[in-house]
């Protein structure tokens, strides 16, 4: 809520004698005082930068220009009384001053008139200032960029609207005005050694201005903004699996429905009657299987919405991530007590494939889903005592010992950022994080969408579903769910 300063102009004067000082988030009436000026709030820039703990974070930074006239060849700047003396004589503006300046005649230099705008107005007063025995008077600027360290609130205080920060176009990456114009048209130099990089480019523009433009489509540096930064390669790959699940599930099931009905009449087994039930998943079972869907299916939805937050999401970025911590935390839990419950009754046997006859039960069910299942042909039996059949063992053998614990370990690293940023930045932080996570998603979601389809393939439709929600199947079934 102070005025910052956006650039020095000591290549004019004002006619008090000083360089002429523009500021960015001043309002004022020409001639104005400072202190009865409108100050607006500061809309500083975001850059990345190495803060004293050695943790990389987004800091609000104030770019400013200097302008001054140097001269001879040690290049050592012209004293500002000198300057002041080129400009002015006793009464104000010197004559010559004026006749180059005053554009719109109107007997004053007004701050837009003010500036070496031109080829003109500069060999004016480097003329004038060589007369005042300054040799080869030349224009020269330098770039400081300051950090905001004061007067920036802690974190209970900060930004609410995320998607400033968290959306598609997204303030870590959107262009900065870094000085409105450029005397003599010379750009200023950045600060050799200065401890803020500003990772862009810097451009003219038509109107005179230099403009700080940054790659929209990507965060500075090596930050990761969620739902502003995009991996390209693993959120293409994760996306091209998910694609190819989803038309391979597509294409078999419109085959199944397709032969089912040129079959139809001819063939009684898909409507068989049962001959009694069987007890197949107990409550427990049960229990923890919807609490896992239901659960992942909050963290695949939350997880859509961070990332693509900004984009008109069903809940906004806090809601989002709150549920997909608060779920995530139901999700471990019930993943841990399933562990518990599996090793000690045994039941982690039905996850460990028979490894007599493995391959060959393998082959057999292959062709069941590829062959049989359309002509109505009999479903291979699994090995003695298992419930599920190798594939789903296979399956079942990645989902929770490579894709959970993937998952847990990228998920919980990525909450640390916010809350131990040094140890995530160990491990190369969100930048390598989130796309592994991101990545693991698609898998997911490509699990799912395989198993709500394989649960359609019992006998009738709704088979599998009914026995885990019930926890009955007939007795004849072929085998449990998918
Ligand atoms: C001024 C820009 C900005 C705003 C506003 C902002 N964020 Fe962030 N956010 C960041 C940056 C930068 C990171 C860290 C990127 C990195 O470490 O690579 C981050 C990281 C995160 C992360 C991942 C790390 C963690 O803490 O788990 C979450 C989640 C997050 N922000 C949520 C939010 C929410 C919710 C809001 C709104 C209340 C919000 N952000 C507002 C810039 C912003």
Known sequence: MAPAVEMVDATVVTTTGLPLVRYRNLTRAPGEPLNTATVRPLRPLLVEREEADGVRRLAPVNPVSRFRWISGLDRVEVPGDLVAQAFLDGQGYAAQVLQAFDANRDGRIDEQELRLDSAAKVDLVARRLRALGVSEPTIEGTLEVYPLSHGVPARERALRDCTACHAGSSRVAEDFLIAGYLPGGTPPRPREGSKVELAGLLAIQSDGSLMLHRDQDSAPTDLHVLGHSRQGFTNTLGFALFVAVALGVSAHGIMRVVLRKMRSGADTHA?????????????????????????????????????????????????????HNVFAVVLMANAFLALFYHLTTKAIRNFIPEPKGFLGRVLSHMEYQTRGIFFGGPHPVNAPGHKLNPLQQVTYLGLLNFLFPLQIVTGVLIWTVGNWPSAATALGGLHYLAPIHNLGSWLFLSFFVLHVYLVTTGRTPTEHLESMLTGYQPLDAEEPTP
């Open 271 to 323: 409507t068989g009657g049962s001959k009694g039930k069987e007890y197949v998943f107990g409550s427990y079972e049960r229990i923890w299987h919807w609490t896992m869907a239901f659960s992942g299916m909050v963290l695949i939805v939350t997880g859509i919405v961070i990332h693509k937050s900004g984009d008109r999401a069903i809940i906004d970025l806090p809601k989002a991530v709150s549920l």
